[in-house]
């Protein structure tokens, strides 16, 4: 008889981890996959990508998942590929084609159509999408066989620019805020134009503050040992960048971390804040609001 395994123990860790998610894996699979390497006791990310596109998934380790959705709120940027003439189910290659076009749109075309995307817009989201519709995910249901009718939903887009053009397949570099569907997007264009359309590949290069520039491979993830892939961690303030951040002394995060407000005392002191973060030695203690010239905690973030 086999002696029992050992349950593994998890750590009570803490961080960002900026993973350059590969192709063909979902965004909980590489949640999973992160934590077990780290053995850690929790873990999320900080807003879905399709498991065909690549790119920037933030991944919040223990007291990070506190400042998810500051993150998830940050804006976005992708790099697609719009492949000319098909339109598919899902809006991707993943799909089967549902229509096609023999039209081509030249280059100064496209770039008359761009501006149409920019600002505030109503966009369709995919049938194949994670929205639920009466308590179903879309995706469900259109895997079902049932016609998905998903509501219009109202988007920004802050830049939307044409990298490089050609009769078979476009490049496009889109800014946008989140919320934004990216293979809508490739539709809608394709539609514009007269013609069909679907993403090809898909990527995305920014989210909030992290960019590719800070993103790690999975691959040279799993390679490291545990040592490293802790140093490659970004501290848990990494996700606080967008807000004001407030220093406090060591009594005032006493206070803060037994939930209670502190008084912010000094000539620059905020008097009113939506939104803040609170700070000791650079370390993030608390999110929270300022009110009455009062820092007011709504999260309290743990040391280790």
């Known amino acids: 008889m086999k002696p029992p395994q050992k349950k593994s123990i998890k750590r009570q860790i803490s961080g960002w981890l900026?993973?350059?998610?590969?192709?063909?894996?979902?965004?909980?699979?590489?949640?999973?996959?992160?934590?077990?390497l780290l053995s850690a006791k929790k873990a999320g990310h900080a807003g879905t990508l399709d498991p065909l596109a690549t790119g920037i998934l933030p991944i919040a380790i223990g007291e990070a998942t506190k400042t998810v959705p500051f993150v998830q709120d940050g804006v976005k940027i992708y790099r697609f590929t719009l492949v000319w003439g098909a339109a598919t189910n899902t809006d991707d290659t993943e799909g089967q084609i549902t229509e096609t076009s023999d039209i081509r749109p030249d280059k100064d075309q496209v770039l008359a159509a761009l501006p149409s995307f920019i600002g505030e817009t109503t966009q369709i989201p995919p049938a194949f999408s994670a929205i639920k519709i009466n308590g179903e995910r879309a995706y469900d249901l259109a895997r079902s066989g049932q016609n998905v009718v998903v509501p219009p939903r109202q988007v920004f887009i802050d830049k939307f620019e044409l990298l490089e053009h050609g009769s078979k397949k476009s490049t496009f570099e889109v800014t946008c805020a989140k919320g934004t569907y990216i293979r809508s997007l490739a539709r809608d264009i394709a539609e514009i134009l007269g013609t069909k359309g679907h993403v090809g590949a898909l990527h995305r290069a920014q989210v909030g503050q992290f960019s590719d520039e800070d993103a790690i491979d999975l691959q040279t993830f799993e390679a490291?040992?545990?040592?490293?892939?802790?140093?490659?961690?970004?501290?848990?303030?990494?996700?606080?960048?967008?807000?004001?951040?407030?220093?406090?002394?060591?009594?005032?995060?006493?206070?803060?971390?037994?939930?209670?407000?502190?008084?912010?005392?000094?000539?620059?002191?905020?008097?009113?804040l939506e939104e803040a973060w609170a700070s000791h030695k650079g370390e993030a203690v608390a999110v929270g609001y300022v009110e009455q010239g009062q820092f007011k905690p709504t999260r309290v973030i743990l040391p280790h």
């Open 18 to 36: 900026v993973l350059n998610k590969p192709y063909d894996f979902g965004s909980t699979q590489a949640v999973g996959k992160i934590r077990w």
């Open 224 to 272: 490291a040992d545990q040592s490293e892939r802790d140093a490659m961690l970004l501290p848990v303030a990494a996700g606080l960048a967008d807000l004001h951040e407030i220093p406090l002394d060591s009594r005032q995060v006493v206070t803060i971390r037994h939930g209670n407000p502190v008084l912010l005392t000094g000539a620059n002191a905020p008097v009113a």
